[in-house]
Each structure stands twice: as structure tokens, then as C-alpha cells.
């Protein structure tokens, strides 16, 4: 059973989950926006909006913080220079998710996943 357990599996193992939602953090972070499928989109946005509101507050223990769970000094640096300082007035909610049409192939339900 899965009393108290939050988060999505996705159908993968705890080391490939982490390893997809890591990279999707890195193209959001770097893009601003992203398309995939809404099951990644609902399993991401916890997990930005906890970074973003980190990134609210500039100071080394934040900054060694998100190097330690997002791995790449330059996204970080993004996220406390431009991202962060962004959102400060705002009290929550960074990130919308947009359904989309399925995708064409296999008829997955799509989703947009953007920074308000």
C-alpha cells in the first residue's frame, strides 16, 4: 500500500525518476517553458515550485542547496538572478500547466508546463 507516499512513479525506478524530473527542471529553468506529457507536468511542478521559492532568497545556503539537488551551476544561477527575484511579491503558484491536444502517435495527453 501506499499510505503517505507523495509523487508520481511515472512507471520508473527511483534513480531514472529522479535523473527525468532533474532534466526537466533544467529545460523549464532554461526555457521558461515546455511541452510534455501532462503525468510529467503534475510530477514537475511540485517539485520547481519548491525550487523557485528557494530561489526567492539569495544567499549562499540557498545557492548550495539548489547545486546540490539540481547539479549545474549555471541553471542555479539563472534561477537566483533572474527567476527568483521575479516571484518575491508573490505568495505561490509559479508554474501553470495548459492541456493540450494528444499527441498524434500514441495519443498521449500533453501538456504545457510554463513560469507565470
Do not use: C, W
Not at 32 to 37: A, G, L, P, V
Not at 57 to 86: A, C, F, M
Amino acid at each position: 500500500m501506499r499510505h503517505g507516499k507523495k509523487g508520481k512513479i511515472l512507471q520508473r525506478k527511483k534513480g531514472p525518476r529522479k535523473a527525468l524530473l532533474r532534466a526537466l527542471s533544467y529545460s523549464l529553468i532554461l526555457h521558461e517553458k515546455i511541452k510534455t506529457t501532462e503525468a510529467k507536468a503534475k510530477a514537475l511542478k511540485p517539485l520547481i515550485e519548491k525550487i523557485v521559492f528557494l530561489s526567492r532568497k539569495n544567499d549562499l545556503s540557498t545557492r548550495r542547496k539548489l547545486i546540490s539537488y539540481l547539479g549545474n551551476k549555471k541553471i542555479v544561477k539563472k534561477l537566483l538572478e533572474q527567476i527568483g527575484p521575479r516571484y518575491l511579491e508573490r505568495v505561490g503558484g509559479y508554474v501553470r500547466i495548459i492541456k493540450l491536444s494528444p499527441r498524434i502517435t500514441d495519443a498521449a495527453k500533453m501538456a504545457l508546463i510554463e513560469f507565470v
